[in-house]
């Protein structure tokens, strides 16, 4: 450009020639300084110097600056506050949930979450739909349940339980044929806990199912107890197969929003719970691989991870056996037709 004055163009954009590029190097060579490498864009080197070489390249009448290196920071893994209430992380030393498969039974889990490992995924019936989270909920869920133990983002309950997905929404709400089939198809491939984070109208065939996996296969189920503010307990939380988890606070206390009666067990963080969540947001979630979420949807993966950290403690135990020591190592909190047993406790339930 030959308007432009030497390093500076008419428009801003710095040019830089060769000369200039030489004199940097000379310059820093000149006092001892190892040159490591030479920007072309710009007259800078980046050099290794001690403190007499940086003293004189300050002095230098070519130099305009010398800055040391900075050293930042990765973004480092939280441990949300609902996790460590439950003492999860205490209990790692014990149990992380290696070998067990936990079937999160939702809206899908997003696909390539850096913080999320995914073992079998599937939508059983409307192959057409997506099998990936579109909605949000599923990601956030599976978080809380699974998410890795790996510096970045957040961690689950069971970092290193074996995270499986069945995709059961349609339209943004789940169905009950999907939801009867996945439970079928879950049993067939040996799922030891299946986390059910919605509500259901009461349906035959999803209850035949659970009924079916829970006394012949083994397996043990956990869900939601619905979000009606102090009302009943929604299906399938409410059949005797099911564990039905109720929400806390930070507080300890009920959630305004959960569901209340003689048909709780067990009680699990679920207020402004930070976990996964897909970078487009959804309704609680703000966007983001990470968001924040209330809801007794967010207590049951509490539960269910819990679950998996036992059954990986214990591998001969029974469903039965599972539930007994969840609900028997609980911290009461008050009135069982608002908390169940009480709040669950890893380190007590793998001890």
Same mark, same amino acid.
């Given at each position: ?161 074996? &995270?499986?997905?069945?995709? =059961? *929404? %349609? ?8 939801? /009867? $089939? !996945? ?82 067990? &067990?009680?699990?963080?679920? =207020? *402004? %719970? ?8 959804? /309704? $609680? !979630? ?66």
């Amino acid at each position: 450009d030959s308007t432009a004055v030497e390093g500076v163009s008419n428009d801003g954009r710095v040019l830089v020639t060769g000369a200039r590029l030489s004199r940097a190097r000379l310059a820093v060579q000149a006092v001892g300084a190892k040159v490591e490498y030479v920007f072309r864009a710009t007259p800078v080197v980046v050099a290794t110097a001690d403190v007499k070489a940086a003293v004189l390249l300050r002095r230098h009448p070519n130099v305009d600056y010398i800055e040391p290196e900075t050293r930042g920071e990765w973004a480092s893994q939280v441990t949300p506050w609902g996790i460590t209430r439950i003492g999860a992380p205490a209990a790692w030393s014990l149990s992380t949930g290696a070998g067990i498969k936990l079937l999160i039974m939702d809206s899908g889990i997003m696909e390539g979450h850096p913080d999320l490992a995914l073992g079998v995924r599937w939508r059983c019936i409307n192959g057409s739909l997506p099998i990936g989270d579109v909605v949000g909920h599923g990601t956030h869920v599976g978080g809380t349940a699974g998410a890795l133990n790996n510096a970045t983002f957040v961690v689950g309950g069971s970092p290193a339980v074996s &995270l499986w997905s069945a995709n =059961v *929404e %349609i339209s943004g709400d789940p169905v009950s044929s999907e939801v /009867a $089939c !996945s439970t079928e198809v879950a049993r067939l491939n040996g799922v030891h806990v299946v986390n059910m984070s919605f509500g259901l109208m009461p349906s035959t065939a999803v209850t035949d199912q659970i009924r079916i996996g829970y006394n012949s296969a083994n397996m043990l189920f956990v869900a939601s107890a619905g979000n009606t503010f102090g009302g009943a307990v929604t299906y399938p939380a409410s059949l005797s197969e099911v564990i039905a988890v109720t929400a806390t606070d930070i507080n300890n206390a009920r959630a305004s929003f959960a569901a209340r009666g003689a048909k709780l067990e &067990l009680a699990a963080p679920g =207020v *402004e %719970i930070l976990s996964t969540s897909l970078p487009t947001g959804y /309704a $609680c !979630s703000q966007g983001g691989l990470t968001g924040l979420c209330s809801g007794t949807s967010m207590a049951a993966p509490h539960v269910a991870a819990v679950a998996a950290l036992v059954r990986a403690r214990y591998p001969a135990w029974s469903n039965t056996d599972v539930r007994n020591r969840l609900r028997n190592t609980a911290l009461p909190l008050g009135s069982a037709s608002d908390f169940g047993a009480g709040l669950v406790q890893a380190l007590a339930a793998v001890q």
